[in-house]
């Protein structure tokens, strides 16, 4: 089976190309935790895959476009872009918590607390262009979502949402600029109980919705 032939499919699975894409990832990922994002070159992983670099180059054009499929795949392990379908029939508080709850999982994750770790220690040339590409990569696109769920409630009057992508900017960071986050970040024990966590992601979802009630329209 010829590597360029991206027509052909592994039995009943994924096509081969979606597959090895998957795998470029996965072990980019794991040498930007290894080496550091710096050190870590496009070589690097060709030789890990035992591939060509002109097979990765053939999937990405180079190591920032990989460098960010790496951040949205993590982020699409918490968040995928289906998530919010799920939601329809769900009122706001309990659609909201849900988002709450994955919001919180993801950036409390060993993956998201190590890249932020890493770009904190590269150099500030880099780190520049690294955090662009990680605020492009992974915030944004999950703000994004969430600033479209907060539409649809919106258009469904269950809230008041002038505003949809500050309110998303809001309400991410509530669950961003928590002491659970935080701790998480620092590595300080112990770990808060899911109880703790599900009673904070519901205090952020009331609070959230009282300052977006539907009679302030």
Same mark, same amino acid.
């Given at each position: 089976?010829?590597?360029?032939?991206?027509?052909?499919?592994?039995? /009943?699975?994924? +096509?081969?190309?979606?597959?090895?894409?998957?795998?470029?990832?996965?072990?980019?990922?794991?040498?930007?935790?290894?080496?550091?994002?710096?050190?870590? =070159?496009?070589?690097?992983?060709?030789?890990?895959?035992?591939?060509?670099?002109? =097979? !990765?180059?053939?999937?990405?054009? #180079?190591?920032?476009?990989?460098?960010?499929?790496? &951040?949205?795949?993590?982020?699409?392990? @918490?968040? +995928?872009?289906?998530?919010?379908?799920?939601?329809? @029939?769900?009122?706001?508080?309990?659609?909201?918590?849900?988002?709450? !709850?994955?919001?919180?999982?993801?950036? =409390?994750?060993?993956?998201?607390?190590?890249?932020?770790?890493?770009?904190?220690?590269?150099?500030?040339?880099?780190?520049?262009?690294?955090?662009?590409?990680?605020?492009?990569?992974?915030? =944004?696109?999950?703000?994004?979502?969430?600033?479209? @769920? !907060?539409?649809?409630? #919106? /258009?469904?009057?269950?809230?008041?949402?002038?505003? +949809?992508?500050?309110?998303?900017?809001?309400?991410?960071?509530? &669950?961003?600029?928590?002491?659970?986050?935080?701790?998480?970040?620092?590595?300080?024990?112990?770990?808060?109980?899911?109880?703790?966590?599900?009673?904070?992601?519901?205090?952020?979802?009331?609070?959230?919705?009282?300052? @977006?009630? +539907?009679?302030?329209?």
């Amino acid at each position: 089976m010829k590597e360029t032939d991206i027509s052909v499919k592994r039995g /009943r699975g994924r +096509p081969v190309n979606e597959a090895r894409r998957e795998e470029i990832i996965a072990t980019a990922s794991r040498l930007f935790g290894e080496l550091g994002l710096k050190a870590t =070159t496009m070589e690097h992983i060709a030789k890990e895959l035992g591939v060509s670099k002109l =097979t !990765l180059y053939s999937r990405f054009a #180079d190591k920032d476009e990989l460098f960010s499929a790496v &951040i949205k795949n993590k982020c699409q392990q @918490h968040i +995928p872009e289906n998530f919010f379908a799920h939601f329809e @029939h769900l009122a706001a508080e309990e659609s909201l918590f849900r988002v709450a !709850l994955a919001l919180l999982e993801l950036l =409390t994750s060993e993956g998201e607390l190590n890249m932020e770790r890493m770009l904190m220690g590269v150099d500030s040339q880099e780190r520049s262009q690294l955090t662009r590409l990680f605020y492009e990569a992974g915030p =944004t696109q999950v703000k994004n979502m969430i600033a479209n @769920h !907060l539409t649809v409630l #919106d /258009r469904k009057k269950e809230l008041y949402v002038a505003d +949809p992508i500050l309110s998303a900017n809001i309400f991410a960071a509530m &669950i961003k600029g928590s002491d659970i986050v935080l701790r998480a970040y620092m590595e300080i024990t112990p770990s808060p109980t899911q109880e703790q966590i599900e009673g904070y992601c519901a205090a952020v979802v009331k609070s959230f919705i009282a300052s @977006h009630l +539907p009679n302030a329209r």
